[in-house]
C-alpha cells in the first residue's frame, strides 16, 4: 500500500530563511508525488508534481522539491520564505490502482516578521 | 482560481437530517473525486466518479451516497447526520482517471456544520 510520511506537523521560519518541509513516501511502484498548499479557509492548490520526468521538480512561487529513490523522500525547499507562505502544506502520493489521492498529515508553516 | 465550484459554501444542519453537496468539474473534465478534511481524520478520499459511473470507492460511511449526472457535475448526499460529520468537504476535478501522475484540481469546498 502506498502512504506518504510529514515528518514535522508544525515548521516556524524568520522571513527571508530557507524552507524546508520533509516528507517521506512509501510505495511498491514508481510513485506520482504531489505537494499541495492549504490557505486559511482556502481550497488546495497545486505547488508541484513528480512525475518521474525530472527528480528535482519546480513549482509555483519559488517552491521545489527533489526526488530522492535512495531515502523515498519527496522534501519541499524555498530559498527565502515570504509572509504570504504561512499555510498549511501537504504531501500527497496518488495511488496506482484507484487514481485516488493519498494525504499526508500536513506540515503548518508559520513565518515570522 | 481552479475552475472547479461547490455550492453551498458553508451549511449548518442539525443531527439526523439529509444535506446535499454540489461540485462543477472543470470545462471537460470527466473525473470527480470527493474527500473529506476532519480535525481528527485529516484529509480523506471519499469516491470517485468517471464520467458517470463510480470508479473508486475510499472510506465513505454507508449514511454517504453520490452520483455524477450526465452534465458531468456530481452532488454528494449525507445522510442521518451526526456530530462527526461536521467537516470541509473537497471536491476534485481531472481530464481523465488513467494516468496515475494526472493532476486532480480542487474546490474551494463545502464546510458543514451538525449542530
Known amino acids: 500500500a502506498q502512504s506518504v510520511t510529514q515528518l514535522d506537523s508544525h515548521v516556524s521560519v524568520s522571513e527571508g530563511t530557507p524552507v524546508l518541509l520533509r516528507c517521506n513516501y512509501s510505495?511498491?511502484?514508481?510513485?506520482?508525488l504531489f505537494w499541495y498548499v492549504q490557505h486559511p479557509n482556502k481550497g488546495l492548490q497545486l505547488l508541484l508534481k513528480?512525475?518521474?520526468?525530472?527528480?528535482l521538480v519546480k513549482g509555483i512561487n519559488g517552491f521545489e522539491a527533489e526526488f530522492k529513490k535512495s531515502e523515498t523522500s519527496f522534501h519541499l525547499t524555498k530559498p527565502s520564505a515570504h509572509m504570504s507562505d504561512a499555510a498549511e502544506y501537504f504531501c500527497?502520493?496518488?495511488?496506482?490502482?484507484?487514481?485516488?489521492?493519498?494525504f499526508g498529515t500536513g506540515t503548518r508553516l508559520k513565518v515570522l516578521a | 482560481d481552479s475552475g472547479v465550484t461547490q455550492t453551498p459554501k458553508h451549511l449548518i444542519t442539525a443531527t439526523g437530517q439529509r444535506v446535499t453537496l454540489r461540485c462543477s468539474p472543470r470545462?471537460?473534465?470527466?473525473?470527480v473525486y470527493w474527500y473529506q478534511q476532519s480535525l481528527d481524520q485529516g484529509l480523506q478520499f471519499l469516491i470517485q466518479?468517471?464520467?458517470?459511473?463510480?470508479?473508486a470507492k475510499g472510506n465513505i460511511l454507508e449514511r454517504f451516497s453520490a452520483q455524477q449526472f450526465p452534465d458531468l457535475h456530481s452532488e454528494l448526499n449525507l445522510s442521518s447526520l451526526e456530530l462527526g460529520d461536521s467537516a470541509l468537504y473537497f471536491c476534485?476535478?481531472?481530464?481523465?482517471?488513467?494516468?496515475?501522475?494526472?493532476?486532480?484540481?480542487f474546490g474551494p469546498g463545502t464546510r458543514l456544520l451538525v449542530l
Open positions: 513528480y512525475t518521474s520526468a525530472a527528480t
Open positions: 500527497v502520493v496518488r495511488d496506482s490502482g484507484t487514481y485516488k489521492y493519498i
Open positions: 470545462s471537460g473534465d470527466l473525473s
Open positions: 510505495s511498491s511502484y514508481s510513485p506520482s
Open positions: 476534485a476535478s481531472s481530464l481523465r482517471a488513467t494516468r496515475v501522475q494526472e493532476t486532480q484540481y
Open positions: 466518479y468517471y464520467n458517470g459511473e463510480e470508479r
